[in-house]
């Protein structure tokens, strides 16, 4: 089995796609968890997902300039519809969980070992 | 090439344009992605300081094939001790610049860490200037 898309995952763990329904082809590697958007600048990587309680506008900005693949907002925090049609033209998915970050990484992490165990 | 942007401090809802707008033009020049990432950091965590500690600022680019070489002025409050603004973690943010995510006392360290040169003076009351630069 491949590493699983953002379409699939978004299926499998219960998450609400929120915006870049039409990207849900990429395959995430890992993610990094964090509000601080300089911790996520410094130490993310590249097409990682990102768990966050943050909804301010800059987390778009964020994702775009590190090439994230993902933002998954936590405890079902509302988005301003302004973020999200910013989230459409920059090409970032957000992705709403319905748990608290910590639940939401346990998913995650979980998720992620159970496909590379499933590789060998 | 050379680029200039205006940043306007307290305008967090543009905060990261100009990052943006010179990572594409990188990106269209074919410069290595790990190297546009790098560059792209840095931009943003020096774009990101003039809005939350700065009044306004301007921010020039100068661009030729083997580097790329950035210069913020600012008009501003300055900073009274260079070294510990430059280590992790000192941060004067605000609480409500905090909120918004900022305030980790994380950008500094992160320009030193993804350019090649990088130097940051003050004039207390006055202004800061930052300049860094990195090569292709
Ligand atoms: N352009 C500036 N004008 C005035 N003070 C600045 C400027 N840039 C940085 N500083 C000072 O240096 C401190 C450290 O900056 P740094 O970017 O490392 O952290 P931060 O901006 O506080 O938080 P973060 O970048 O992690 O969101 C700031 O809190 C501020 O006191
Ligand atoms: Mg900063």
């Known amino acids: ?120 | 090439m050379q680029f200039e942007f205006d940043i306007q401090g307290g305008d967090f809802s543009s905060a990261g344009k100009a990052s943006s707008d010179i990572k594409k033009v990188l990106k269209q020049l074919n410069i290595d992605p790990k190297i546009v990432r790098r560059i792209a950091v840095a931009l943003y965590e020096a774009e990101v300081n003039v809005v939350a500690h700065a009044y306004k600022g301007v921010m020039k680019v100068d661009l030729d094939a083997q580097k790329i070489k950035i210069v913020l002025e600012d008009e501003g409050p300055g900073i009274e001790n260079i070294e510990k603004a430059m280590q992790e973690g000192f941060s004067t943010a605000t609480d409500e610049v905090r909120q918004m995510g900022f305030g980790a006392g994380m950008g500094l360290p992160n320009i030193k860490r993804n350019t090649d040169e990088m130097l940051l003076t003050s004039v207390p009351d006055q202004g800061t200037r930052l300049e860094f630069m990195v090569r292709f």
């Open chain 1, 1 to 120: 089995m491949g590493k699983p898309n953002l379409k699939k995952l978004t299926e499998d763990l219960g998450f609400e796609c929120l915006s870049g329904e039409a990207l849900l082809d990429r395959i995430p590697q890992s993610a990094y968890v964090s509000d601080l958007l300089s911790d996520v600048m410094g130490k993310a990587h590249a097409d990682m997902m990102w768990i966050t309680s943050q909804v301010h506008k800059n987390i778009v900005a964020v994702a775009s300039l590190k090439e994230l693949s993902a933002i998954v907002i936590v405890n079902e925090r509302p988005v301003e519809k302004e973020l999200l049609e910013q989230a459409e033209d920059e090409e970032i998915v957000v992705l709403s969980s319905n748990l608290p970050a910590f639940e939401t990484a346990g998913k995650l992490y979980n998720y992620f070992l159970g496909v590379e165990n499933s590789k060998s």
